[in-house]
């Protein structure tokens, strides 16, 4: 049994005030002082901790919102003065799809390491668009490893990038099939491309770093090598460089040492590949193929191709089909690339990763339910740092996480925070379904319900079909 994964974290306390989402309001007039008052009784300490943090105030804007939002206080007050409140420069983070929870889940995952806990819980819709209209399948009887992180059940997140044979051949005592090369990653996770709104020269060392630190690998454009303070032996098999027509040569030296390149999908794409193979064979190459009107058609036809070991279907930011009027959503093109290659018998020879919309770890687990092998993501890094997907970065005004002056340490370990937290989250959700291997959960639907299917099935004959 190899060895298991496992991400050293340290807390990571934020840089600027924190933005909750929650605080309670005090109506302190009508206090009849209780010997037993409820602030005394928080189970999180946050009064306490608000009046410390209110003798240190600088601004007037950096109120405290740092309540769990129990309503313990606001339920047990014999006087009724407490109520709860919205932060309103927490209702303006993100957009629709990187919603403000998304946002200060992922600030909570980055500072601690761990699983994110609300005290409320959740108040909202049981359904929605994109992947909030799939459920994984927890019933209680499938649940041998439910209890994965706490070590007592092995379950393996490990994945493999890279071309495999359709059979294998054999002589008398060896193996004579060809075997292309192969990558394992500890997690089904690799930290894309930024966006051209989010980059920052000095970030990209910081997300190298947090690669190597991970075990992970990072996509980097060819026009940003090289980068200062590398150590190439370290850090380069955690690189995979993103090249394009016109993009510059990378040293023949330092393309050796990495272990993936990445190719944006044009007309001479598989000529390419195979130069690229001729002069790298231990190499693995994979095609950058946006999800546009044609992409699940392009991809299913790229697959067929005997040279084709890795494709990586990229949507937009929130996930959806690039160009569209009436975008679908990646988790549907997902599915249907994977079931189309199923029906041709081309489905196992070939690495499927699916980046676009990837916020959360259930979201890592849901592509993967819906036939992606691994996942590629880069906004909820840059979350990480406390950025607030404002559109500052794009009209030049000034970075409200001040990215640009951002420590390297913190950087470093508040994404190796995140990565630690999604691995946890991926144990408990394969635990819950009685997976042991992530390889296992490629593709098996089974393991999900579709609210599109199960209103098909429930309401459709009564109603009529929406297809």
Not at 333 to 344: A, G, N
Request: hydrophobic share 40%; net charge negative; proline share 6%.
């Amino acid at each position: 049994m190899p060895k298991k994964y496992h991400i050293n974290t340290t807390p990571v306390p934020p840089r600027l005030p924190r933005i909750g989402k929650h605080g309670i309001v005090d109506w302190r007039e009508d206090c009849a002082r209780c010997h037993n008052c409820v602030k005394k009784a928080c189970v999180y300490d946050r009064h306490r901790q608000e009046t410390e943090y209110i003798r240190n105030l600088k601004d007037v804007d950096d109120l405290f919102f740092d309540c769990m939002g129990c309503f313990s206080c606001v339920q047990d007050c014999t006087k009724g003065l407490l109520s709860l409140t919205i932060n309103p420069v927490y209702e303006q983070l993100g957009n629709n799809y990187w919603t403000p929870d998304i946002i200060l889940s992922t600030w909570l995952q980055a500072e601690t390491g761990k699983v994110p806990v609300s005290g409320a819980g959740y108040k909202g819709k049981f359904s929605g668009p994109g992947f909030d209209s799939m459920w994984t399948d927890m019933s209680e009887i499938v649940r041998p490893t439910r209890d994965g992180i706490h070590g007592r059940e092995y379950i393996s997140t490990s994945v493999d990038l890279g071309r495999k044979p359709a059979v294998l051949s054999f002589d008398e005592k060896n193996l004579v099939t060809a075997q292309p090369p192969l990558i394992s990653l500890p997690l089904p996770l690799i930290i894309d491309n930024r966006p051209h709104g989010y980059r920052l020269p000095k970030l990209e060392p910081i997300f190298v770093e947090t690669a190597a630190r991970t075990g992970l690998i990072s996509i980097l454009d060819a026009d940003q090598w090289p980068l200062e303070n590398i150590d190439e032996d370290r850090h380069l098999p955690h690189v995979a460089f993103f090249l394009r027509p016109d993009s510059p040569g990378v040293p023949r030296e330092v393309l050796k040492k990495t272990k993936l390149v990445e190719i944006a999908d044009h007309d001479g794409v598989i000529t390419w590949i195979k130069k690229l193979k001729d002069m790298h064979p231990d190499l693995v190459a994979a095609v950058r193929l946006k999800l546009d009107s044609h992409g699940v058609e392009r991809a299913v036809a790229l697959a067929q191709e005997e040279t084709m070991e890795v494709i990586h279907v990229v949507a937009d930011l929130n996930g959806n089909e690039i160009g569209a009027e009436n975008p679908r959503f990646i988790k549907d093109m997902i599915r249907q690339i994977h079931t189309t290659l199923i029906e041709i018998g081309k489905r196992d020879e070939v690495t499927i990763m699916a980046g676009g919309g990837i916020a959360l770890a259930e979201h890592m687990a849901k592509a993967i339910i819906c036939g992606a092998d691994l996942v590629t993501t880069n906004l909820p890094f840059m979350i990480a740092l406390e950025c607030h997907l404002c559109d500052s970065c794009e009209t030049g005004f000034s970075c409200p996480a001040k990215l640009e002056d951002i420590p390297f340490d913190y950087s470093v370990g508040r994404m190796t925070n995140l990565v630690s937290a999604w691995h946890l989250q991926l144990i408990e959700v394969m635990g819950a379904m009685g997976m042991r291997e992530a390889r296992r959960l490629r593709g098996d639907v089974g393991r999900a319900m579709f609210f599109e299917e199960l209103e098909e099935q429930i309401f459709g004959k009564i109603f009529g079909t929406k297809k």
